[in-house]
């Protein structure tokens, strides 16, 4: 598989390079981003790092195929669809650098119009290549999902906005309640990948059975996965993000395309056209995947309070976008 990944000198690209290479040591890894020597260090380091199948330590972590290779390349100095077109699945984290307010809770719309700007360049570079699939991990991942495809031309179908962290931490702390494995645990997320996430508590699960939370319980569950990508950014230093668990996610469903797609579904920001009432917005919804991207919107029965807050993450979503 051919993966490029658009903004990949940046903190959460080259850790999604990283993985792949680790997960999918035959994924050959393209890294787009105008600073090369960033760029090209973190392909050669990476490069290195595939060459361990070369010792009888590291062979039998490789498998049977060879690993893939990883380059760099200047975007700006490499205009035209080529790149594009010789990949199976792009990763899009490109975004301008971060002001000290993206450090505080709410701070994924920092930066805002630089960042939609960015990403009707990258759209507009899209829509000279033929349609592929593309995970948008560049916040506020919503509005650039939208700006994205509007930018581009292609089908919605191809754009699958990544929020999968939330999934992941509040499978985390309802485990921790439960006392439990978060492989025990099953909470979708919807909505916004932000303050306007909706956890799906009416289809919450533990060892496949559902769970009662009162009112308080959720809302400190919601509260918890709010905060905590701030908590780590206030330990460890802004740099660093939450780097693992995105990349991890990101990696995960690039290898979901690379696979075919999912039976069950997952919850992704994809630009909506009458789904769940809604249209002319991209959040998070319980998608199908195959390996064109989106193979099918599933429609849920959710409770009124989760309908109400889907169309309220909607409405936060277009009223930036206007």
């Known amino acids: 598989m051919n993966v490029l990944v658009v903004g990949g000198g940046g903190t959460i690209g080259s850790t999604v390079a990283y993985t792949l290479a680790v997960q999918r040591p035959e994924t050959t890894v393209t890294l787009a981003d105008p600073q090369t ?3 090209t260090g973190h392909a050669i380091d990476l490069r290195h790092a595939q060459c361990h199948v070369a010792t009888a330590a590291g062979r039998p972590s490789f498998g049977d195929d060879p690993p893939g290779t990883v380059t760099a390349i200047d975007p700006s100095a490499s205009p035209g669809p080529d790149p594009i077109d010789a990949a199976d699945a792009i990763v899009v984290t490109a975004s301008a650098a971060r002001d000290p307010d993206s450090f505080e809770r709410g ?6 119009e630089q960042n939609l700007e960015i990403a009707a360049d990258i759209g507009e570079w899209f829509g000279e290549a033929d349609p592929t699939p593309t995970v948008v991990a560049a916040n506020p991942t919503d509005r650039i999902t939208y700006r994205l495809w509007e930018a581009s031309g ?4 191809r754009f699958l906005g990544y929020s999968l962290s939330e999934t992941a931490r509040i499978a985390d702390e309802l485990a921790r309640r439960f006392d439990t494995s978060p492989a025990a645990v099953s909470c979708p997320v919807l909505g916004e990948h932000g303050e306007h996430m909706v956890p799906a508590f009416s289809r919450a699960t533990v060892d496949g059975e559902p769970i009662d939370l009162s009112a308080t319980e959720r809302e400190a569950v919601l509260e918890y996965v709010r905060d905590v990508p701030y908590d780590v950014i206030e330990r460890r230093g802004p740099e660093d993000s939450s780097r693992w668990v995105t990349s ?14 999912t039976d069950e579904p997952v919850c992704l920001s994809t630009p909506l056209s009458g789904e769940y009432g809604l249209e002319g917005v991209s959040v998070s919804v319980p998608v ?3 390996a064109g991207g989106v193979g099918e919107i599933v429609e849920w029965d ?12 909607a409405a936060a979503v277009r009223r930036s976008l206007a």
């Open 154 to 157: 292609w089908p919605r179908e």
């Open 288 to 290: 199908r995947l195959d």
């Open 37 to 39: 020597a960033v760029t």
């Open 248 to 261: 991890r996610g990101v990696a995960t469903i690039v290898a979901r395309l690379a696979d075919g797609g």
């Open 302 to 313: 959710l409770a009124p309070n989760e309908r109400d807050g889907l169309e309220r993450a």
């Open 107 to 112: 701070g994924r719309l920092s930066n805002l």
